[in-house]
């Protein structure tokens, strides 16, 4: 069943043309399909015609107006259950067009799964991709094969008033039986997993936009009646997206329409279906009440993502899903540049790299790991990864970085002009990139094929004040991954400055080493004192920089470096530093070390400065999260050591710095009382904010009775989303009365509301409290949470798996909570059964104990009756891996 990259053929037969009717009724949806197809030329005449299809229950075939029988003279399965039509009906001449019309009936009120088309509380809609289509009608479900689509959709008309499918109506009215009917055509051709179609009791809210070329699009966003009143931000984005991609690409929309559909259950965050986007509501919905600050901001993104798919996914789509990064690597980057561009440039690179080490270096050290362009899968939907998605991003900035901003754009125009309407591969994207540039991008290939994170090392820095020459000796070295123990040299763009180690000032601006071998070595000339380098500026290459550098040399680097990002570096290596030297000890039976001198007087003078952005400020004051130390420690892990060894050090932090903490803390809360307590959205307040919060949470961690007051009070005076559920994490982890009591007095105010229940959940499934695995059974039978609804399994599973403490809790317990929830999602919901199944495959990195306990939960889902391919593939691979 495992399809390779390299096995890629085009394929026999081509659909021109399609046109669809769906007939919905309550139990009973009927597809009538009729395909347009010719023969490709480069097949052989009398060629079988083979249709994807899943879950359809077939009533009739019929090729050109005529009804086939099934047997050997009509149609036929295949042992996959695909339909095939026999080449010898079909016409012998390439050019000659013929029509294969199916009628199959689907239940979308049992697709569990939420891949085709569903139905997500009282209406219908679909998910295409990657492979959902053929869930719907029998086709050619692959991208490479691109269609003119037409559709009729028809449906009660009191139940579900608003029709909707890609492109523009082109005619509506009213059917028998209480019943009406909308048809849509959508003028330019795509792959199926772009198909989309909603039906149901909506509201909306529109606006418009122009484009630079004069085209009026009217931008309709809706949801169901009770959330039409939080679609206003998404709106407001989605303009500001439309205006970025004509400013920053040259790219405009090429529809009348843009409609957005925000749906409840869906196991992704959002779809760019042609001129149809569907969201999951958790990335749509915003207030200030039920949305925190993070939640705006990624609604932004999101939207401005699947916007930007119009481009570069759809115009511009995949030739196979192998080079799913084409499209996801590089909107990815769209976004973040969009991102940078809206708000702080720095701020935005910290948290895209929290995240692609927290969540993309673990994947690439395990066993799952593979390449941004995987060279093999099972289930398609286990590869839409951090890897695919953000390690992909990473590669196309590196491009931009290796070809400047101005080479990267000439790169992009040349993808457009060359690839517009076409299904490509990634190397098409290089392909134009070193055309548009003339320069060699043969090595940079390297970075498709090889998984792992690769290792760069400065193996000496040294200065020679005869010469007044600074050089640097570096090596870099990719570990071995699973299927793939060789590793060979790539590209490596290191953006490198000089800073003066007497006065902190730049004495080389930012430029760009290319390291291309194994080992090479840069030379600075005309460096007239002896410098301290900034490697690796702004993050110019996924790798772990390995840099022999002492505390007083990374403390200078926190206060001077010239480079935002690189400054909040040298702060969480200073810290990596420490919180491994706690965790060795921790783990050799000793007693934790003092934290050093240096270490606390940056830490201190960080917190007290008040001449940084605040949100700068927040993120220095942050410590390395678990999920990403690991990275940093040599296999196998003590989980629960390490919890302990960050705990202390934060503790340490607190402790030395309480004063200063309280006194910071204080002045922010005046000045929002200054401000007479009137929630604002604008910069400053937002970085207020998330200061304020942090500290609080910060705070908390010594538990002290003074704290839990100070957290109640921010919950009660609390302005906002973002407020009061840092005052529930603050007090989240403390077994007081007061904690049990703001729980519930969040309860109360969020019942009624999906989005908020499952912040109630996910903060207590994040608790460190030493009954977190009982809390967290107890709430997966509270009468709110839904084993069917991705977001509330997310909230509560999802949560507690990245618990890292509770999930390896010693006895086990935490593994067979997990393992036990696969089983039974794995059975709805197998994209969603697979993703936790991650979390069990990560068994080798973790110390023999607890290791042989997860691996033996694994076991046990290898030896259950009827497992998706989806969870087994994950399961297996974890137990080879
Ligand atoms: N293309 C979507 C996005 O990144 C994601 C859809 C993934 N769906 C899936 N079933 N794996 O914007
Ligand atoms: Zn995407």
Request: charged share 30%; aromatic share 8%; net charge negative.
């Amino acid at each position: 069943k495992e399809k390779k990259r390299l096995d890629y053929r085009p394929p026999e037969y081509w659909i021109k043309k399609v046109d669809l009717d769906f007939d919905v009724h309550k139990d009973t949806t009927t597809v009538r399909s009729v395909l347009t197809c010719y023969r490709n030329r480069g097949s052989p005449s009398g060629a079988d015609l083979v249709l994807h299809g899943e879950d359809l229950t077939l009533k009739e075939v019929k090729l050109n107006g005529k009804v086939l029988s099934e047997g050997a003279e009509g149609y036929g399965h295949d042992e996959d259950k695909q339909l095939v039509i026999r080449g010898k009906l079909l016409p012998a001449d390439p050019d000659e067009l013929f029509k294969v019309e199916t009628t199959v009936a689907i239940c979308p009120e049992k697709n569990f799964q939420l891949s085709g088309l569903y139905k997500s509380g009282g209406m219908y809609c679909t998910q295409c991709e990657a492979e959902g289509f053929r869930r719907i009608t029998y086709f050619l479900d692959r991208p490479d094969v691109m269609s003119l689509y037409t559709v009729r959709v028809e449906a009660s008309k009191s139940e579900y008033p608003v029709l909707l499918s890609n492109g523009n109506q082109i005619s509506s009215g009213d059917a028998a039986d209480g019943r009406h009917y909308a048809s849509f055509e959508d003028p330019h051709p795509k792959p199926c997993y772009l198909f989309a179609l909603v039906v149901g009791n909506l509201k909306s809210i529109h606006s418009d936009f122009t484009t630079t070329s004069g085209r009026k699009v009217r931008l309709e966003i809706f949801s169901e009646p009770h959330n039409v009143a939080k679609l206003d931000w998404a709106m407001e984005s989605l303009k500001k997206a439309m205006k970025w991609d004509e400013e920053k690409f040259g790219r405009e929309y090429d529809l009348d329409v843009f409609n957005i559909v925000a749906v409840d259950d869906f196991n992704m965050g959002a779809m760019e279906n042609k001129g149809l986007n569907v969201f999951n509501t958790a990335l749509i919905l915003a207030s200030p009440d039920t949305s925190t600050d993070a939640d705006y901001e990624r609604i932004m993104g999101v939207i401005a993502h699947e916007y930007f798919h119009n481009w570069t996914g759809n115009r511009v789509t995949c030739r196979d899903w192998f080079q799913l990064t084409l499209k996801e690597g590089l909107t990815v980057f769209r976004d973040q540049e969009f991102s940078r561009d809206m708000a702080s440039a720095a701020v935005k690179r910290i948290e895209d790299i929290i995240m692609l080490r927290s969540r993309q270096f673990p994947e690439d050290a395990g066993p799952m790991a593979h390449p941004i362009r995987p060279e093999s899968y099972i289930a398609m939907d286990n590869f839409y990864t951090a890897t695919v998605y953000e390690k992909g991003a990473e590669v196309i900035r590196m491009y931009q970085t290796l070809l400047s901003k101005h080479g990267f754009r000439k790169g992009m125009d040349l993808y457009f002009t060359r690839h517009d309407g076409q299904a490509v591969t990634c190397d098409d994207f290089r392909a134009a990139m070193a055309d548009a540039n003339t320069s060699d991008l043969k090595q940079f290939e390297r970075w498709y094929l090889q998984a792992g994170t690769p290792v760069v090392t400065v193996e000496s820095a040294s200065y020679d004040p005869s010469l007044k020459q600074f050089t640097i000796v570096v090596s870099q070295s990719t570990p071995a991954t699973p299927g793939q123990a060789e590793k060979h040299p790539l590209h490596i763009p290191i953006k490198t400055g000089l800073l003066s180690k007497a006065t902190g000032k730049e004495l080389q601006p930012s430029m760009v080493l290319e390291l291309k071998g194994e080992k090479e070595t840069f030379v600075f000339d005309n460096v007239p004192e002896e410098p301290i380098a900034s490697i690796l500026r702004d993050f110019s290459a996924p790798c772990r920089l390995k840099f022999e550098r002492s505390p007083d040399d990374l403390a200078f680097l926190m206060a001077h470096d010239t480079d935002d990002f690189n400054r909040w570096e040298a702060g969480q290596t200073l810290a990596t530093i420490v919180i491994k030297d706690t965790y060795n000890k921790l783990s050799a039976g000793e007693s934790p070390p003092a934290l050093p001198g240096v270490f606390v007087e940056a830490w201190r003078k960080v917190l007290t400065a008040t001449d940084i952005d605040r949100s700068l400020q927040t993120y220095s004051l942050r410590l390395p999260d678990e999920k990403t130390l690991i990275g940093e420690i040599a296999a196998p892990i003590a989980p629960d050591h390490l919890h302990n060894a960050r705990q202390h050090v934060r503790k340490g932090l607190v402790e030395a710095c309480k004063k200063e903490l309280r006194e910071v803390y204080d002045k922010l809360t005046q000045e929002v009382a200054a401000e007479g307590g009137v929630f604002k959205v604008d910069e400053p307040s937002i970085a207020r904010r998330r200061l304020r919060n942090a500290l609080l949470i910060s705070m908390a961690v010594l538990q002290d009775p003074e704290t839990v007051k100070l957290a109640v009070e921010h919950f009660e005076t609390g302005l906002c989303m973002s407020d009061r559920i840092s005052a529930l994490y603050a007090l989240a982890d403390i077994p007081v009365a007061e904690r049990e009591a703001v729980i519930q007095k969040f309860y109360g105010d969020s019942k009624d509301d999906k989005l908020k229940m499952c912040k109630w959940f996910a903060v207590q499934a994040q608790s460190d409290l030493p009954d977190t695995v009982e809390r967290v059974k107890e709430l997966m039978k509270h009468p709110d949470f839904e084993l069917k609804n991705p977001n509330k399994l997310r909230a509560v599973v999802g949560a507690f798996a990245n618990n890292n403490f509770h999930f390896h809790r010693k006895d086990g317990a935490g593994y067979s909570l997990v393992c036990d929830v696969i089983k039974e999602v794995d059975k709805l919901n197998p994209q969603m059964a697979s993703r936790f199944a991650v979390f069990l495959a990560g068994w080798k990195n973790v110390e023999p104990v607890r290791s042989a306990m997860m691996k033996a939960q694994l076991e046990r889902l290898r030896d259950t009756e009827n497992l998706s391919n989806d969870t087994m593939e994950i399961v297996i691979k974890g137990l080879s891996g």
